[in-house]
């Protein structure tokens, strides 16, 4: 979302600057609306996703401390595992100082391109090779159809729950 909001605050500066040029400059309107639109849109649009469940300011404080010491315990189970460690959240193994041997973006990629196999990472699953597994989300390509032969996410699953 950053980047397009940033995108956006460049191309209408671009905009407002071509507009004040010579030639346009009988469109003192068209500048106006311009601003006006600009002006709402970065004061609703960016926000608009993330407040939607920040109603009362404390509430978010609570869930933000609950969501940190989440990630704290997370870590610290990953740190007292022996290495190596499969994380689908590659920053979880970094904080554990755990190397993150498989990235889940790129190796779906790979898997979906068929520069891999998805049996690289469930045989060593099946192994026992990773002392500790942190699963999330982002196994699962969203952008995937189901049972696409690039979303991978069933076979990391089958192969957590086999071992």
Not at 1 to 25: N, S, Y
Not at 26 to 52: D, G, Q
Not at 151 to 156: E, G, L, Q, T
Request: aromatic letters at 8%.
């Amino acid at each position: 979302m950053f980047e397009v909001v940033f995108t956006a605050f460049l191309a209408i500066g671009h905009l407002l600057a071509r507009l004040g040029q010579a030639p346009l400059l009988r469109h003192v309107h068209l500048r106006a609306c311009v601003i006006v639109a600009a002006t709402l849109a970065t004061a609703l649009a960016p926000e608009l996703y993330t407040t939607k469940d920040v109603w009362v300011l404390p509430s978010w404080l609570a869930q933000q401390r609950e969501h940190e010491a989440a990630t704290i315990n997370a870590a610290q189970v990953i740190a007292s595992q022996p290495v190596p460690a499969l994380c689908s959240t590659p920053a979880l193994c970094y904080w554990a100082g755990r190397s993150s041997e498989v990235d889940p973006f790129n190796f779906g990629e790979a898997v979906l391109t068929r520069q891999q196999p998805v049996t690289a990472v469930t045989d060593r699953i099946d192994a026992g090779y990773y002392g500790s597994i942190e699963l999330n989300d982002a196994w699962h390509d969203l952008a995937l159809p189901a049972n696409s032969p690039g979303d991978i996410s069933p076979a990391i699953l089958a192969a957590v729950a086999r071992s």
